[in-house]
C-alpha cells in the first residue's frame, strides 16, 4: 500500500453538548411563546420569529451526541471525511454530520490453534493470544474493508509464518544457542509482536501484547517425539554418568597411588577401573564378590 494516499486520522473538536441542549430548549421554550403570541395577535411576525426559534432549537438538540471513555466518533459529510472527534460525554456537531462511533479499547484475539510445520519441517499445533486497539480510527475505518477481521487474518498468516522460521525444541541439527519455539518463548513473542504490528499498521490498528497460549507437535506424531525425547533424556543422563564415574575413578587410583596404600600393576589397576565403573554406573544394586584368591592364579 502507498504511504502517501494512506488516509491518516483528522482531529475534530465538537462544542459543549450540554451548553448545545440548553440553548435548544430555550429557543423552543422561545418559539412556543411566540407561537402563542401570533395566535393571539393578528400580526405574522411572531409566527415567523417562532419558526425560526423552532429551527434553531432543532438544530442544537439534533446535533447532539454522547461518547463514552475511550470511544470516538468518525464524522462524515456526504461522503467526504471530516474528522474524528475523541472527546468525552455530550457533545455537539453539525447535524448533517454523519457520526460512527468506535472504540478504541484494548481488544483481545484469540488466535485458534493452527496445524504448521516448524523449521525442520515437523507438523506442530500452535495459537496465540493477541492484545491491541485501534490507533489511526480513519485508516481502520477507510483503509481496510473490515479490520476486525483484517486483524485476524493477518493474525493467522503472522502465527503460521513465525512457526516456520523456528524449530520446535532443540536437536543436534541445530546450532548451539538457536532460539526454539519451546525454549525461546520470550524471543519468539517479541518477533511474533514485531511481525503483527508490521501486518496491523495498514489498517491503523496497535499490538499491545502478543503471547503463545499453545504449543505441542501434532497428534501423529506426538508419541514418536516424545520417545525421542525420552531416549535423549537418558542418553544425556547416562553421559553425565559416565564422566562423574571415571573422575571419580581417577581420583581414586591417584590417592592410592599418593599415599603408597597398595601398589597397583596395569592389570590390577584395569580390574579396579573394570569394577569401579560396573558399581557407579549400572542403574541396579551391585552385589560384592570376595575374591579369596590372587588375580593371576
Known sequence: MNASHT?????FSSANGYLAACAGIV?????AYLFKT???????LPLLGAVALGL?????????FMLQPNESAILTLFGKYIGTDRSEGLRWAFPLYVKRRLSLRARNFNAPTLKVNDKRGNPVEISAAVVWRVRDTAQAVFEV???ERYVSIQAEAALRHLASQYAYDEGEDLPQGETTLRAGMDVVA???KTELQARFEAAGVEVLDAKLTHLAYAAEIAQVMLRRQQAEAIISARSKIVHGAVSMVEAALKGL???GIVELDDERKAAMVSNLLVVLCSDKETQPIINTGTLYN
Open 38 to 44: 401570533g395566535v393571539e395577535t393578528p400580526a405574522g
Open 190 to 192: 517479541d518477533a511474533l
Open 145 to 147: 474493508d473490515d479490520f
Open 56 to 64: 434553531a432549537g432543532l438544530l442544537c438538540l439534533t446535533g447532539l
Open 7 to 11: 488516509r491518516r486520522e483528522k482531529a
Open 27 to 31: 429557543f423552543l421554550l422561545g418559539a
Open 257 to 259: 597411588s599418593e599415599r
